[in-house]
């Protein structure tokens, strides 16, 4: 062995179905942790073989959140490194001179069965008591293939151009058993396994054959990925051994599952408002680094209480003896919490082209970015993602449409209107350069103190005239920002438009 192979490298394959998904940018993240912990490399290698599901736009969305995600690989598609090309897609030949290796060496048959033949023998073992029919050890001795017939026959088929595909040929009886990072010592027992199509008709690897010879021709050293992939270790674990490879380590990580128990499948996701695709996240203004933070704490944790790590500290920090078997439950509450943490570390300077983003968004034109600046700080601790800006803050940009109903049945009583018109009678006397927040706060506390009554008492049906809604940042530097015009309007229609409740 020379030193490079020693190397510890680690690959992220996903296959191009459809956008990444979070589960998938969680494995992405351990094996570029892993490999940057380790001073490794972290390879992106696609895996398209499979053409009937393959979209359209799922590679690029793949790197793009890569991206986003700071997650940036070594090696791989437009970044070619000494083990390319990194799409399955263009390495077909490499897979059929392994099929051909493993047939020669009696490991591999060439198969000749319609699905309707392979249908009717399932059906045939079904009715005879066998719940779980497989082509395996015992049942491929009474189907068409190299094994069962003379070897003119399957020169003759093959000669002819008749469709065939190539199956492992699975030992009857053999205990596989392999040590993995997280799960600890792994057996399966070889009857529980199908004689695995390798080689598919149209002539392209199934994911195991391709999987297997990618992980060793790119000299990985470490299989991170999700545990769905378990039961397809031992058919990898058979193959490294007949074709005399080495098997990497493997680490198969635990689910991510819903809220409400079970795996977190895109319709449990849904129902629990959990959003799926790490698109969505991009889109709706999530924080990178939060995401990140988040998924690297589902399944994984530094030891001690700390929950605020940068990428930078979760490569130096991440050890994979830590990751946990059990299946980590994701919590949306969670990740809000973190993109809030996130996003109050942001300056306001970062902020603004992202806050005008949002506006954009909403069709609302704010050309005055010293206004922008002035609201971010206002906003900042009130708000969890950068769309709630927009969300929450509509009324710094137009006059509330409708005033909250909830809020106005408790603010606005009986004497409301006669507070209200005696603070308007005392604003409209400031000078506007005047109109600022000390004093607008001041002159609030003048009136209640001549009326005899709480702060709240007036403060709660101007913070609904002004914005529509009961709770907001500070009210008096929300006024000073609108302006002595646009307060004092805002006031004078409060008053006509709403009837005590
Ligand atoms: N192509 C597989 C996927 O889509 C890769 C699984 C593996 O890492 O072996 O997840």
Not at 390 to 415: C, I, M, T
Not at 474 to 482: E, I, R
Request: a negative charge.
């Amino acid at each position: 062995m020379d030193s490079s192979q020693n190397k510890v490298r680690v690959r992220f394959a996903p296959s191009p179905t459809g956008w990444l998904h979070i589960g998938g940018l969680r494995t992405a993240l351990y094996n570029y942790l892993f490999a940057r912990n380790l001073g490794g490399t972290f390879i992106l290698r696609i895996e398209d073989t499979d053409q009937k599901r393959y979209v359209e736009g799922a590679e690029s969305d793949i790197i793009q959140s890569l991206r986003w995600s700071g997650l940036d690989f070594d090696e791989g598609p437009g970044k070619e490194g000494d083990c390319g090309p990194y799409r399955q897609s263009e390495r077909s030949e490499l897979y059929a001179k392994y099929a051909r290796k493993l047939i020669d060496d009696g490991h591999a048959y060439y198969a000749f069965d319609t699905t309707q033949e392979i249908e009717e023998m399932r059906e045939r073992l079904q009715k005879s008591g066998n719940p779980s029919p497989k082509y395996d050890a015992i049942t491929r001795m009474s189907m068409k293939n190299s094994i069962t017939l003379p070897a003119e026959e399957v020169e003759k088929r093959l000669e002819s151009g008749q469709e065939y595909v190539v199956r492992l040929k699975v030992p009857r009886r053999e205990t596989i058993r392999f040590e993995d990072m997280v799960r600890g010592h792994v057996r399966f027992e070889s009857q529980g396994l199908d004689d695995q199509v390798l080689l598919k008709s149209d002539g392209l690897p199934t994911y195991h054959l391709a999987n297997v010879v990618d992980d060793h021709e790119m000299g990985i050293s470490h299989v991170i990925r999700g545990e769905e992939w378990l039961s397809s270790a031992p058919k990898h674990i058979l193959l490294y051994q007949y074709l005399g490879w080495e098997p990497p380590t493997m680490a198969h990580l635990p689910l991510i599952m819903s809220p409400a128990g079970g795996k977190l499948s895109k319709r449990k996701a849904e129902e629990q408002g959990i959003m799926v695709n790490v698109k969505d996240y991009m889109e709706n203004g999530f924080e990178p680094g939060a995401l990140i933070n988040f998924l690297a704490f589902l399944g994984w944790n530094p030891g001690d209480d700390r929950e605020i790590l940068s990428l930078e500290q979760l490569c130096a920090e991440f050890a994979i003896d830590r990751v946990g078997k059990a299946g980590a439950v994701f919590n949306m509450n969670k990740l809000m919490w973190y993109n809030e943490q996130y996003m109050r570390q942001r300056s306001v300077a970062s902020l603004l082209p992202d806050f005008k983003r949002e506006l954009d968004k909403a069709s609302i034109s704010c050309e005055d970015d010293a206004y922008l600046e002035q609201i971010l700080p206002l906003m900042l601790d009130r708000v969890s993602k950068v769309s709630e800006l927009v969300e929450h803050g509509s009324y710094f940009f137009k006059a509330p449409a409708e005033y909250d109903e909830k809020s106005l049945k408790k603010a606005w009583k009986e004497q409301t209107p006669q507070l209200v018109e005696a603070y308007q009678e005392k604003i409209n006397q400031l000078p506007d350069s005047g109109f600022e927040a000390v004093a607008l706060k001041q002159q609030l506390e003048e009136v209640v103190n001549e009326a005899g009554t709480g702060f709240g008492k007036l403060m709660l049906p101007l913070r609904v005239a002004i914005t529509g809604m009961g709770f907001g940042p500070d009210l008096f530097q929300t006024m000073q920002l609108l302006g002595k015009k646009e307060s004092q309007e805002r006031i004078e229609r409060a008053l006509k438009e709403i009837q005590p409740g």
